[in-house]
């Protein structure tokens, strides 16, 4: 009897993995130089030999890979698909060997060719397809499902330009393009036969059959292809490897040849270029219409064409698309992928002719729903016109969604008008708008939050209405970060300090790294950890010399805040401290403090002016404090340009105090908090985000925190907060704001500054005034701590051994059992 086609096919293509020993990645290096980047040693450059060694482990990947995706065809796994609009993957060259296991012989085999791995590695781009947090966090999950072996795909945009450089033009941020493929990216797999259309505007006309259904019918559409670009995803230690599938836009025809025929080439060709531009650049500014326009059109044309390949691989293998939430489960990362919903509802009903409580039993299983916002105005609107112009059938479709979800409120809540206002998905206040989370949450079986106290805040204040109709719907997983990248990889000596004491367990089993509790009073770690933190210093050190032209002690204290700017995050907070440090260490009153470097990284959003402008008043307080004899090295004020996840990589991991400073009940969670006490770092924090957790597990003794909480915040507002009273109250404050608003760091502009001054006089919506007492007498506790490094080495220590909570694995491990109902698949 003959096998079934797939038996054929698994016959076919099941090869011996290739050598992983020195030899065979010399012979493996000599012939993909030959014969994938067409050189010989007489001609390649470093670069060539990047995408050499690239080539060499993809050639590794992609045996896995294939096995991987044959495995969960084979045992039929129920698949997740996490839709994210960013994915801030940054290098994967020293991840992938790392992985998958031949780091060592691979810098040995580049070593005997003359060649040095780290200065190879330092050549490949960063893939930026993310603003920070949210597209982090997307690439950690990716790791962690591959590592825990679960069939996880990840969805989104193959944009050919990233998240924008940053360069500092005299204090000023100055945006530039991020064209991250310009020399191409040996680690994606265009797949030209995997093309979907994807159609915009036109009409939607209505028809009844022969029996009398009603039908629609969304016509004279402009349409865009999809194509996909695959990018394979290794765990670690395992043999699965899963995939990231990006969409290019493409035009669904070269042009149009009426043109072409009348000799109007360019006019030809317009639409073609028009269309492409969807996958062109990363978030574009969304201050004009044709921004938003286009940032709506992103998010469709991701999520549609994602759904048409979902459903066509379900179809391979199944008859019924009632089988669908069996076999997939899709997370939406945050409301950006929310028009999924309509989409898959448009697709059950108008091309699979389900009818609407089918449909709509189908959607609700299939989807979950990340939030990770707690300030309203972040929560996703659009406008119905534009809607309505540009997706008239998804509008009609969220307008039945709406319907029948405000019948169920009648009837759970008679007579309450007001409550069927605030939970509807069209806001009608100040023009028509569709409420995207609201959506998100109406057609998801569950929506969480990512940490206790966000949480705790949907449930309780956000999403309040929502929460008592369904309290069940709404959970809880903390966010976590893959120890991988941001322990084993990016801080080698003390991942080998920790191994050697504690075995290897912990990179894929972070709480094994409790294990390392009682060494937190053992002499000789406390000194190895303490040295490792020294070397790791002077390496930053001597980069910023090279990069920025300052030098900075590495025995002084590194205060470091990494993270995009933003007023809610409070980096003016930390500049206030400084400038009141600066004042006090001139006036001789800071005899007691230690010398501090204080570094700021992070990008503004092109169009946010007042952070932009918070960019230029670091830089004019570093360079008059920086340029003060009577200062000296008592205090540095750094601005890092163009912070990404390889500058990141090289910075966390000599970071001594972690500022996570925003407002109380304002950051969702934070994941570079948990980074940075994963790396021996103390971290100075309100009760916001992940922060409380990370007290809980580490021990309030071992974190500083201040500021006031939530409920605190609370009765500020209530009891009408008057910033003003705060700077009467507090002279050294008053003198602080002074010198900012009156010119002293900007003589050559008086009032440069003063937007931000009266900011905060006028309003200070973040709280910075009210917190800032509390900070500053905090940060002295920080001092007369750093002042003792023995025990400021052994709480470090307890930092990193108790952060097991925050490893990524878990987080996923959390979706899988109580959202996504998949488990592990793994390679025979």
């Given at each position: 009897?003959?096998?079934?086609?797939?038996?054929?096919?698994?016959?076919?293509?099941?090869?011996?993995?290739?050598?992983l020993?020195?030899?065979?990645?010399?012979?493996?290096?000599?012939?993909?130089?030959?014969?994938?980047?067409?050189?010989d040693n007489?001609?390649?450059?470093?670069?060539?030999w990047?995408?050499?060694?690239?080539?060499?482990?993809?050639?590794?990947?992609?045996e896995?890979?294939?096995?991987?995706?044959?495995?969960?065809?084979?045992?039929d796994?129920?698949?997740?698909?996490?839709?994210s609009?960013?994915?801030?993957?940054?290098?994967?060259?020293?991840?992938?060997?790392?992985?998958?296991?031949?780091?060592?012989?691979a810098?040995?085999?580049?070593?005997?060719?003359?060649?040095?791995?780290?200065?190879?590695?330092?050549?490949?781009?960063?893939?930026?397809?993310?603003?920070?947090?949210?597209?982090?966090?997307?690439?950690?999950?990716?790791?962690?499902?591959?590592?825990?072996?679960?069939?996880?795909?990840?969805?989104?945009?193959?944009?050919?330009?990233g998240?924008?450089?940053?360069?500092?033009?005299?204090g000023?941020?100055?945006?530039?393009?991020?064209?991250?493929?310009?020399?191409?990216?040996?680690?994606?797999?265009?797949?030209?036969e995997v093309?979907?259309p994807?159609?915009?505007?036109?009409?939607?006309?209505?028809?009844?059959?022969?029996?009398?259904?009603?039908?629609?019918h969304?016509?004279?559409?402009?349409?865009?292809?999809a194509?996909?670009?695959?990018?394979?995803?290794?765990?670690y230690?395992?043999?699965?490897?899963?995939?990231?599938?990006?969409?290019?836009?493409?035009?669904?025809?070269?042009?149009?040849?009426?043109?072409?025929n009348?000799?109007?080439?360019?006019?030809?060709?317009?639409?073609?270029t028009?269309?492409?531009?969807?996958?062109?650049?990363?978030?574009?500014?969304?201050?004009?219409?044709v921004g938003?326009?286009?940032?709506?059109?992103?998010?469709?044309?991701?999520?549609?064409?994602?759904?048409?390949d979902?459903?066509?691989?379900?179809?391979?293998?199944?008859?019924?698309?009632?089988?669908?939430p069996?076999?997939?489960?899709?997370?939406?990362?945050?409301?950006?992928?929310?028009?999924?919903?309509?989409?898959l509802?448009?697709?059950?009903?108008?091309?699979?002719h389900?009818?609407?409580?089918?449909?709509?039993?189908?959607?609700?299983?299939?989807?979950?729903?990340?939030?990770?916002?707690?300030?309203?105005?972040?929560?996703?609107?659009?406008?119905?016109?534009?809607f309505?112009?540009?997706?008239?059938?998804?509008?009609?479709?969220i307008?039945?969604?709406?319907?029948?979800?405000?019948?169920?409120?009648?009837?759970?809540?008679?007579?309450d008008?007001?409550?069927?206002?605030?939970?509807?998905?069209?806001?009608?206040?100040?023009?028509?708008?569709?409420?995207?989370?609201?959506?998100?949450?109406?057609?998801?079986?569950?929506?969480?939050?990512?940490?206790?106290?966000?949480?705790k805040?949907?449930?309780?204040?956000i999403?309040?209405?929502?929460?008592?109709?369904?309290?069940?719907?709404f959970?809880?997983?903390?966010?976590?970060?893959?120890?991988?990248?941001?322990?084993h990889?990016?801080?080698?000596?003390?991942?080998?300090?920790i191994?050697?004491?504690?075995?290897?367990?912990?990179?894929t089993?972070l709480p094994?790294?409790?294990?390392?509790t009682?060494?937190?009073?053992?002499d000789?770690?406390?000194?190895?950890?303490?040295?490792?933190?020294?070397?790791?210093?002077?390496s930053?050190?001597?980069?910023?010399?090279d990069?920025?032209?300052?030098?900075?002690?590495?025995s002084?204290?590194?205060?470091?805040?990494?993270?995009?700017?933003?007023?809610?995050?409070?980096?003016?907070?930390?500049?206030?401290?400084?400038v009141?440090?600066?004042?006090?260490?001139?006036?001789?009153?800071?005899?007691?403090?230690?010398?501090?470097?204080?570094?700021?990284?992070?990008?503004?959003?092109?169009?946010?002016?007042?952070?932009?402008?918070?960019?230029?008043?670091?830089?004019?307080v570093?360079?008059?404090?920086?340029?003060?004899?009577?200062?000296?090295?008592?205090?540095k004020?750094?601005?890092?340009?163009?912070?990404?996840?390889s500058?990141?990589?090289?910075?966390?991991?000599?970071?001594?105090?972690?500022?996570?400073?925003s407002?109380?009940?304002?950051e969702?969670?934070?994941?570079?908090n948990?980074?940075?006490?994963?790396?021996?770092?103390?971290?100075i924090?309100?009760?916001?985000?992940?922060?409380?957790?990370?007290?809980?597990?580490?021990?309030?003794?071992?974190i500083f925190?201040?500021?006031?909480?939530?409920?605190?915040?609370?009765?500020?507002?209530?009891?009408?907060?008057?910033?003003?009273?705060?700077?009467?109250?507090?002279?050294?404050?008053?003198?602080?704001?002074?010198?900012?608003?009156?010119?002293?760091?900007?003589?050559?502009?008086?009032?440069r500054?003063?937007?931000?001054?009266?900011?905060?006089?006028?309003?200070d919506r973040?709280?910075?005034?009210a917190?800032?007492?509390?900070?500053?007498?905090?940060?002295?506790?920080?001092?007369?701590?750093?002042?003792?490094?023995?025990?400021?080495?052994?709480?470090?220590?307890?930092?990193?051994?108790?952060?097991?909570?925050?490893s990524?694995?878990r987080?996923?491990?959390?979706?899988?059992?109580k959202?996504?109902?998949?488990?592990?698949e793994?390679n025979?």
């Open positions: 009897m003959d096998r079934m086609p797939s038996q054929r096919v698994d016959r076919a293509f099941k090869y011996d993995y290739e050598g020993d020195v030899a065979s990645i010399k012979q493996s290096l000599a012939n993909r130089m030959i014969y994938a980047v067409g050189k007489y001609t390649a450059t470093d670069r060539d990047f995408h050499a060694t690239a080539y060499v482990v993809r050639d590794r990947l992609i896995r890979w294939m096995e991987t995706m044959r495995t969960y065809y084979r045992e796994a129920k698949r997740v698909y996490y839709f609009l960013e994915f801030l993957i940054g290098r994967s060259l020293i991840n992938s060997l790392l992985n998958l296991g031949f780091c060592d012989e810098r040995e085999a580049l070593f005997e060719l003359g060649l040095d791995l780290e200065a190879i590695a330092d050549l490949e781009f960063d893939a930026a397809l993310g603003n920070g947090g949210l597209g982090r966090l997307a690439a950690c999950f990716l790791d962690s499902m591959a590592t825990l072996s679960l069939p996880g795909y990840g969805y989104g945009i193959r944009y050919e330009y998240m924008f450089r940053q360069a500092i033009e005299n000023h941020q100055v945006e530039h393009p991020d064209n991250w493929l310009r020399y191409g990216n040996p680690w994606e797999f265009p797949r030209p093309l979907y994807v159609e915009f505007y036109g009409e939607v006309v209505q028809f009844h059959d022969e029996r009398g259904h009603v039908h629609h969304w016509q004279d559409t402009d349409e865009v292809m194509m996909a670009y695959d990018t394979p995803i290794p765990g230690g395992v043999d699965t490897v899963n995939n990231m599938r990006l969409w290019s836009a493409k035009a669904s025809r070269d042009f149009d040849l009426r043109y072409f009348e000799g109007n080439y360019i006019k030809a060709v317009e639409d073609k028009d269309s492409e531009n969807l996958s062109k650049v990363l978030y574009p500014s969304d201050e004009t219409t938003r326009e286009l940032r709506l059109k992103q998010q469709y044309f991701f999520v549609s064409a994602s759904l048409q979902i459903i066509a691989r379900f179809l391979k293998q199944h008859d019924s698309l009632l089988d669908l069996d076999k997939v489960a899709i997370q939406l990362n945050d409301t950006h992928p929310s028009i999924a919903i309509p989409e509802m448009r697709l059950l009903i108008d091309r699979y389900h009818e609407w409580e089918t449909a709509w039993e189908i959607t609700t299983r299939v989807f979950g729903y990340t939030n990770h916002t707690l300030l309203p105005e972040a929560l996703e609107t659009w406008p119905v016109p534009l309505e112009q540009m997706l008239p059938r998804h509008l009609q479709i307008y039945e969604i709406n319907h029948h979800f405000l019948n169920r409120v009648v009837h759970h809540f008679p007579g008008v007001d409550r069927l206002r605030r939970m509807s998905l069209i806001d009608e206040e100040g023009g028509k708008r569709v409420r995207m989370a609201h959506l998100a949450i109406i057609g998801s079986h569950k929506v969480n939050g990512v940490a206790a106290i966000h949480t805040l949907l449930k309780e204040r999403f309040r209405d929502f929460h008592e109709l369904m309290p069940e719907r959970i809880n997983v903390t966010n976590g970060i893959t120890p991988r990248l941001w322990l990889q990016a801080n080698p000596a003390l991942s080998g300090l191994s050697r004491y504690i075995g290897h367990d912990w990179i089993d094994a790294l409790a294990k390392l009682p060494f937190a009073e053992d000789e770690f406390l000194e190895a950890f303490r040295q490792v933190k020294r070397a790791n210093k002077e930053v050190a001597a980069s910023l010399v990069r920025l032209g300052v030098r900075i002690d590495p002084s204290l590194f205060d470091v805040q990494v993270k995009r700017l933003h007023e809610y995050k409070r980096q003016l907070l930390n500049l206030l401290h400084v009141t440090l600066y004042n006090r260490i001139r006036n001789g009153q800071a005899e007691d403090r230690v010398p501090r470097t204080v570094m700021f990284a992070g990008k503004a959003a092109p169009s946010y002016r007042i952070a932009k402008l918070q960019i230029e008043l670091i830089h004019a570093a360079d008059i404090v920086n340029n003060d004899p009577r200062i000296g090295d008592r205090l004020v750094l601005f890092i340009p163009n912070y990404d996840v500058t990141a990589v090289r910075l966390i991991p000599s970071v001594d105090l972690s500022e996570q400073i407002t109380a009940g304002t969702a969670s934070g994941t570079g948990m980074k940075l006490a994963l790396n021996g770092a103390l971290t924090g309100t009760l916001d985000g992940a922060n409380i957790e990370i007290r809980q597990e580490v021990g309030k003794e071992n925190i201040f500021g006031n909480t939530v409920e605190e915040l609370e009765v500020l507002r209530r009891n009408g907060y008057d910033p003003k009273s705060w700077v009467k109250a507090d002279p050294e404050l008053r003198r602080t704001l002074e010198m900012i608003g009156g010119g002293y760091f900007s003589p050559g502009e008086p009032a500054f003063k937007p931000i001054v009266e900011g905060l006089l006028n309003r973040y709280f910075v005034l917190d800032y007492r509390s900070y500053v007498e905090c940060q002295k506790d920080v001092d007369r701590l750093y002042h003792d490094p023995e025990v400021w080495t052994r709480r470090a220590v307890l930092n990193t051994a108790l952060m097991g909570n925050f990524s694995d987080a996923v491990q959390a979706y899988a059992e959202i996504w109902g998949v488990k592990p793994r025979p």
